[in-house]
């Protein structure tokens, strides 16, 4: 902690340093993974048995990039029901092709697809470095053995054993330059439009004759992971931009980072769980989900079971197991926390004049009749009075009624668990560009509310 540091600042500079370790969803589960591994909480394993203790603290990984962690209450959850918050673990960003490597002109290219809804104008001219996940082949007998006891969600293939790393180059690799303007006259009045196939690919290098291009990628992450190419069974790379997340402002009233959309919200359900005293009645869950930003039919998104498996392996009751866990979901509050449209003062008229959440003035409760978002009447007074104990402003939000609303978890999760849902977050501006804007003291605030939810009653 710096000297004379707020506590808002400390709050906001501990989820910029969360967001810096974060480049993608894999990472981000590995920061939460480390946090909670920290506080004791242990890992259990999808496919094996489990025996949960009333007080224990445990988390489960899917896919090494979504994450479920829960606290055991000391009243059975058919008695005490449950507490949960969700957020998402993706952001919008470029990620490379299976085959992403080409030539053109003497330059030395990469294949990219754009995942989610990107700000695609804010991708170029950055100093771009590339992150992910990196799955090595292990051929010595032995230390395969090993290495599948420790990544028991890894397959085991026929011929040798595998090992998950993750990978992050910390320079700048890449980079897509913008046309120059004498070449793009009429740009600044027409606006940058970018074809994702032609204009996106950015450059990773000059041909040179003593580097065999076809593998440059392989050899690049060799030399990071200190392995040889030939060990690399898989690549899972995504852009990340190097600038790291700073406050800003007169004031420092702001804060400027990458994918605050929905770290953010990541980072304050983690905190708050793990400042909240051991010993609750209820079990309180976090669930951080991958692929919201693609709408979140994979196996390890909001539509997948994984939270409904999870919730329904806590709440087995011997006698009458299906029953347990209904009447345990029938008690439980889900807070789906996402980040909110802050009004944006050069654009007044894309806001609903009712609804203009401001930044560092609280969480914003959302709301859409058409139920992009899933608060109804009782979940939103249930968040607003977490809002009034913890002695935090909150904010309303609603579209303008001639506009299409984006989408949350919380819908998904109210209707295939069939559980009550509010539906909240931190008003930003920039949303979904590579640099995203947010009030410094917005964090804090979320926790305070979070950490509500969480005491003890
Ligand atoms: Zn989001």
Not at 57 to 67: G, I
Not at 201 to 223: R, S, Y
Not at 377 to 406: H, W
């Amino acid at each position: 902690m710096k000297k004379n540091e707020k506590k808002y600042q400390v709050r906001s500079r501990s989820l910029l340093d969360f967001i810096d370790k974060s480049p993608t969803p894999f990472h981000a589960v590995k920061t939460l993974k480390d946090q909670l591994k920290k506080a004791e909480y242990v890992e259990l394993y999808e496919h094996e048995e489990w025996k949960i203790s009333a007080g224990g603290q445990y988390f489960v990984v899917r896919n090494d990039s979504s994450l479920v962690a829960f606290s055991v209450g000391s009243k059975k959850p058919h008695d005490s029901g449950f507490k949960i918050i969700g957020a998402h673990t993706d952001s919008p960003n470029l990620r490379l092709k299976p085959n992403p490597v080409y030539v053109k002109n003497g330059y030395v290219q990469l294949g990219v697809e754009v995942y989610g809804g990107a700000l695609l104008s804010t991708w170029t001219d950055r100093d771009l470095s590339l992150a992910g996940r990196v799955i090595l082949k292990v051929t010595n007998e032995k230390s395969s053995k090993t290495v599948h006891d420790k990544y028991k969600s890894l397959p085991s293939l026929d011929n040798y054993g595998c090992v998950t790393r993750l990978v992050k180059f910390n320079r700048p690799l890449l980079r897509i330059p913008q046309l120059a303007i004498h070449l793009n006259r009429s740009v600044n009045e027409k606006g940058l439009v970018l074809n994702p196939q032609k204009h996106l690919p950015p450059i990773l290098a000059l041909v040179d004759e003593k580097i065999k291009t076809e593998k440059i990628l392989e050899e690049l992450v060799a030399k990071e992971l200190k392995c040889k190419p030939s060990d690399i069974l898989s690549l899972e790379l995504q852009l990340y931009d190097l600038q790291k997340g700073s406050f800003a402002g007169a004031n420092d009233e702001f804060i400027f980072s990458s994918r605050l959309d929905n770290l953010a919200s990541c980072h304050a359900a983690l905190v708050s769980l793990l400042e909240s005293a051991r010993k609750d009645l209820a079990t309180r869950v976090l669930v951080f989900y991958d692929n919201e930003e693609v709408g979140s039919v994979t196996a390890q998104g909001g539509s997948s079971p994984f939270l409904k498996d999870i919730l329904e392996r806590i709440s087995v009751d011997e006698n009458k197991p299906r029953e347990a866990f209904m009447r345990a979901v029938a008690r439980s509050l889900f807070i789906s926390a996402d980040m909110a449209h802050g009004v944006h003062p050069n654009y007044l008229e894309m806001h609903d004049a009712n609804h203009l959440p401001m930044m560092n003035s609280g969480p914003v409760i959302k709301s859409h009749s058409g139920q992009k978002y899933a608060t109804e009447g009782v979940s939103a007074l249930q968040f607003e009075e977490l809002c009034f104990k913890a002695k935090v402003p909150v904010q309303n939000f609603a579209i303008r009624s001639d506009l299409k609303c984006g989408s949350t978890i919380g819908p998904i999760t109210a209707a295939s668990l069939g559980i009550r849902t509010v539906d909240i977050g931190t008003s930003m501006l920039s949303m979904h560009s590579i640099r995203e804007m947010a009030g410094s003291k917005d964090q804090e605030k979320l926790v305070l509310v979070f950490k509500e939810f969480f005491k003890s009653k």
